[in-house]
T-cell receptor
Framework: DQQVKQNSPSLSVQEGRISILNCDYT??????FLWYKKYPAEGPTFLIS?????DKNEDGRFTVFLNKSAKHLSLHIVPSQPGDSAVYFCAARGLGNTGKLIFGQGTTLQVKP | DTEVTQTPKHLVMGMTNKKSLKCEQHMGHRAMYWYKQKAKKPPELMFVYSYEKLSINESVPSRFSPECPNSSLLNLHLHALQPEDSALYLC??????????????FGNGTRLTVT
């Protein structure tokens, strides 16, 4: 049973435009959500997180939105840059999971110059 | 540069070998993790150490043996592995314990190939 789902395996965006990556979850016990970026041959790099008491968190070009009623979160990147091309993982954690992170399957973002 | 350092970067070992993966962090983090990642899959948790004690073992086979000598170091001892154990092994750390809402910081991993 996949508790964190990223239904789009890939996304292609023009440089300068907005990239929107989506993530859905099924476990209402999740209370902390994170986005990671991963380049080939490197470990995941933490981007931004959000607690379930908030519905938005912003850090520079990156904004994460959380819709608890829909069990949905999204990552917005504005403006997109070619260096943003990577695999993006959303992850969730909650007391019901003894604190461990559950990762989605990842979305490969390609930003074209 | 990542603040979590893993060595070696690459490792090729036979099924009868014994080897160890090493991980080091100097951020004062009190929780450390081993994850395994297969190609085109998300990372999967193996072990969590909290304040140098093993707090989570995700039913990992005994051919993988973790060790936390001190709060900065985490090892993964490997013995009698199978070819299907070939993967990227990622170490991570986080401030406080695993139940603290702080992000995990990952190393760049060890690419393990079992022949």
């Amino acid at each position: 049973d996949q508790q964190v789902k990223q239904n789009s395996p890939s996304l292609s965006v023009q440089e300068g435009r907005i990239s929107i990556l989506n993530c859905d979850y099924t476990n209402s016990m999740f209370d902390y959500f994170l986005w990671y970026k991963k380049y080939p041959a490197e470990g995941p790099t933490f981007l931004i997180s959000i607690s379930s008491i908030k519905d938005k968190n912003e850090d520079g070009r990156f904004t994460v939105f959380l819709n608890k009623s829909a069990k949905h979160l999204s990552l917005h990147i504005v403006p997109s840059q070619p260096g943003d091309s990577a695999v993006y993982f959303c992850a969730a954690r909650g007391l019901g999971n003894t604190g461990k992170l559950i990762f989605g399957q990842g979305t490969t973002l390609q930003v074209k110059p | 540069d990542t603040e979590v350092t893993q060595t070696p970067k690459h490792l090729v070992m036979g099924m009868t070998n014994k080897k160890s993966l090493k991980c080091e962090q100097h951020m004062g983090h009190r929780a450390m993790y081993w994850y395994k990642q297969k190609a085109k899959k998300p990372p999967e948790l193996m072990f969590v150490y909290s304040y140098e004690k093993l707090s989570i073992n995700e039913s990992v086979p005994s051919r993988f043996s973790p060790e936390c000598p001190n709060s900065s170091l985490l090892n993964l001892h490997l013995h009698a592995l199978q070819p299907e154990d070939s993967a990227l092994y990622l170490c991570a750390s986080s401030q406080g314990g695993p139940f603290n809402n702080s992000p995990l910081h990952f190393g760049n991993g060890t690419r393990l190939t079992v022949t």
